[in-house]
Structure formats: C-alpha cells, structure tokens
C-alpha cells in the first residue's frame, strides 16, 4: 500500500525519525512521500538521499552532541554540511516545510512539484543548511530564517503536521507521526504538544510519539518503533473489520 508520511516534532524523537521510516517500510507499506518539519526534516532528507540506516544514525548521535556541546544553529550546519556531500542519482520524494511569518504562507521545498499560491509557496531543493535552518527556524532561541523574499521558521508550532504537501500531491492514504516530549521545556515545546498532540482530521492514522524523559538515543528508536507497530497493526484491524 502507498502512502505519504507527514513527520512533525522535536528533540531526539525528531532526530532519529529514519528508523521509524524504516519500520513503516519493513511494515509492508510503500512510502511515496514524505513531508517533514522542523528537526525530522534532517532524518527525511538522508532517507531521501537513500543513506544506510546505520549512517543516519551516526550523523544522528553527532549532531545530538554538537546540540549539547555547541548550540543548534552549530550543529544545524555541521549536518547540512554532511548531507551537502551526498550525490544521490535517484532521490525519494521528500518535502521540507515551513512558515513565511509575514503573510503565514506554507513554504516547501521540493523537486516533486510548483506551486504558488495565496496561502502556498513551493519552491526547489535547496542548500540543505538553508533549508533546515528554514524549518527549525523560531526553536530554542532562533529567529526566524531569511531566505529571499520569506522569513521562514517551524511550520508544526503554528499549524499541526505538515499535510498539505501529501494531499497536493494526490495521495489518499496519510500517516502523520509527531514526535513530542514528555514535559515541555518552553513555549516553544509548549506549542508543538497543543498543535501536534491531538488528532488530527486530514489525515488516516495520527500518532503523536511521547518520548521517555530519560531514554538515550537507542531507547528513543525502540519506543518509536513500538509506538508505530502497534498503531499500524490496530489501524489495519480497523479496516478489515
């Protein structure tokens, strides 16, 4: 079965967001797209660029520790600069999306289609850093990006799961997954649980992650995993039934 995944969320959940593609996959399910915001958009794009699991995670684990040891616009641009470096002949379909603050229009970034519109602007792949910075944009004390004409920050805080781009695209089966934590650190985390916890209608199978406060990186891929093979096997349920 095909479908578009929408990933949305923060924090280390959000880092490790491929292995949860991975599972969906291993789950029997074709991913024909994916639309991504704020810290997941950097798992999507090296999904995207079809890099081994096993290397996602050590750019993962690394720029964890460059959060920790530097700040997150350091290690922003320490994994955009690894992901620079990739030549994919064959990219999957992947969205990058955020917010313009001066008129709240939706920004993507993707090669899969164009638009522009009122409400709607997309535009192509672009320098991963700008990129990231573009959906990350608006978190832990950065500002909002500038990037031509946009100021671009976190799409999920202010609108929910970055759907749009999925239904834009024709695809009628869309699973959304937010990672959250457990306690909000701000106003920032704040917003994401109220926007991104709670169901959401445009979409088939909602499931918002909450991260154990104390799980490491591994921890974090195993209660996502779980998280998602229970939801997917209780939504095929439903629909045999």
């Not at 959940?13 to 491929?18: P, T």
């Not at 024909?32 to 704020?38: C, T």
């Not at 969205?95 to 970034?109: A, K």
């Not at 799980?215 to 209780?234: I, P, Q």
Request: glycine share 6%.
């Amino acid at each position: 079965m095909k479908l578009g995944v929408a990933l949305s969320g923060c924090g280390m959940g959000g880092i490790c967001a491929h292995r949860v593609l991975e599972e969906v996959e291993r789950q029997g399910y074709e991913i024909a797209m994916v639309a991504a915001s704020s810290i997941p958009a950097a798992a999507a794009l090296s999904w995207s660029a079809r890099l081994k699991p096993e290397k996602i995670d050590l750019m993962a684990k690394r720029f964890l520790k460059d959060v920790a040891r530097w700040d997150l616009d350091t290690a922003l641009a320490v994994m955009a600069e690894t992901l620079a470096k990739v030549k994919s002949k064959q990219r999957r379909p992947v969205c990058v999306t955020s917010c313009n603050l001066t008129d709240g229009r939706m920004v993507v970034f993707t090669d899969s289609f164009s638009l522009n519109s009122d409400t709607f602007s997309a535009l192509p792949l672009q320098e991963p850093y700008d990129m990231l910075s573009a959906t990350v944009s608006g978190t832990a004390g950065l500002g909002s990006y500038t990037l031509g004409e946009y100021r671009l920050c976190d799409y999920s805080a202010r609108y929910g799961c970055p759907v749009a781009p999925l239904r834009l695209c024709g695809l009628s089966r869309v699973l959304s997954i937010s990672f959250l934590p457990a306690v909000p650190t701000g106003a920032y985390e704040a917003a994401l649980l109220q926007s991104l916890g709670q169901a959401c209608p445009a979409v088939d199978l909602h499931l918002p992650i909450i991260l154990p406060q104390d799980a490491d990186f591994e921890g974090c891929v195993r209660h996502s995993v779980k998280l998602l093979r229970e939801a997917l096997e209780n939504w095929e349920k439903a629909e045999a039934s």
